[in-house]
Structure formats: C-alpha cells, structure tokens
C-alpha cells in the first residue's frame, strides 16, 4: 500500500516530527501490521529515528550537523546549498519500521523526523507498507 504524506518546513533548517502523521495515515489507510519503508525523494532533506521527548535533542543533532558541515566550506556546488545536500546523505533518505497494533513499533522515546537542511520547502515523504 502506497502512502504519501506532504510536510511543510517553516526554517532552513528543522527537524519535524512527523510521527503522529505517520500514524494517522496507517490508520485512516486500515494498516494493522507490516513492514513500512519510509522515503524522501529529495537531496537536500532526509529522514531519521531520535528522541521526541526532549527537544534539545533535535537541536543538538542540528547543532552539531551545522559546526560539522558549515554553511560555506569552501564547496563547488554553484547552487549554494552544499551543506545541505552533505548533511542530508550523512542522515540519509529512508527508514525501514515495523507496523504493529495499527502503528510504527518505536521505542518509548522514539519519534520519526523529517531532516529539512534547505528549507523552508514543502517536501514529499513516500511511505510504502506491505
Ligand atoms: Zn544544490
């Protein structure tokens, strides 16, 4: 069953909790249980499991992504957004979960987040769950 799910970014860079969404639309779609493959078809976002329940986690994982790649490093990529698209492989663009009881089987202190390095943008996340 294929799936999609529309994620408006409001900075250049955020990480976006989209967990609940997730589960809304296994919900709405009757999902009970399966393997879910999550992807973004984009270069300059990615996708990645941490911590939802303190948010300095979120921005430290920014934090240190932004003193590890800065904004100009001297890159080639005439666009001007290297960093980004450096940041995004190193996050990288898919998840594989398991859906259990009607909803993604995380941990307790497990969320979903959308990686925007190159926002604000509306990015595309394609979840196929089979
Ligand atoms: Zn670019």
Known sequence: ?????????????QLVNITE????????AG???GCCTIFVSHTTAAIT???DADPD???????????MVPLKGGYSHREGNSDAHIKASLLGCSLHLIVR???LDLG??????LAEFDG?????????VD
């Open 57 to 67: 986690v979120a921005s430290d994982l920014l934090g240190f992504l932004q003193k």
């Open 108 to 113: 307790t202190w497990q969320g979903v987040f």
């Open 21 to 28: 969404q997730i589960n809304a639309l296994l919900a709405a």
């Open 1 to 13: 069953m294929y799936i999609e799910l529309t994620v408006k970014t409001t900075s250049r860079e």
């Open 49 to 51: 499991v941490n911590e």
């Open 31 to 33: 999902v009970k249980e």
């Open 101 to 103: 009881e009607g909803s």
């Open 120 to 128: 604000p943008r509306t990015r595309l996340v394609k979840i196929w």
